[in-house]
């Protein structure tokens, strides 16, 4: 499986940005999904997760509320549409698949900027 995460940008703060993750491989149907960031200084962090198939949601407190994760399977796109940015939400953003059976993420997207300024 092979990730490409877009969709980051500038915005400013309270402002809203939509990251897409186009997944290559049928079997990506088949993988849970989440969406991580790393903002400078700082170590990666959880930031939302989905199932692969009932599509059960995640969210780590920092987001919660604010931020939805979803999939297409039609389209092997997972999203992550992020409202009431705050500067805090500056990082690059990272998408991952996790396969069936594991409980880490094998593979990882190449990683799209979030720059939120007030």
């Known amino acids: 499986v092979q990730l490409q995460a877009s969709g980051g940008g500038s915005v400013q703060a309270g402002g809203s940005l939509r990251l897409s993750c186009a997944a290559s491989?049928?079997?990506?149907?088949?993988?849970?999904a989440g969406w991580f960031r790393q903002a400078p200084g700082k170590e990666r962090e959880f930031v939302a997760s989905i199932t692969r198939s009932v599509g059960t949601t995640y969210y780590a407190d920092s987001v919660k509320g604010r931020f939805t994760i979803s999939r297409d399977n039609a389209k092997n796109t997972v999203y992550l549409q992020m409202n009431s940015l705050t500067t805090e939400d500056t990082a690059v953003y990272y998408c991952a698949a996790r396969p069936p059976g594991r409980a880490v993420y094998d593979y990882w997207g190449q990683g799209t900027l979030v720059t939120v300024s007030s």
């Open positions: 491989g049928r079997a990506f149907t088949s993988y849970g």
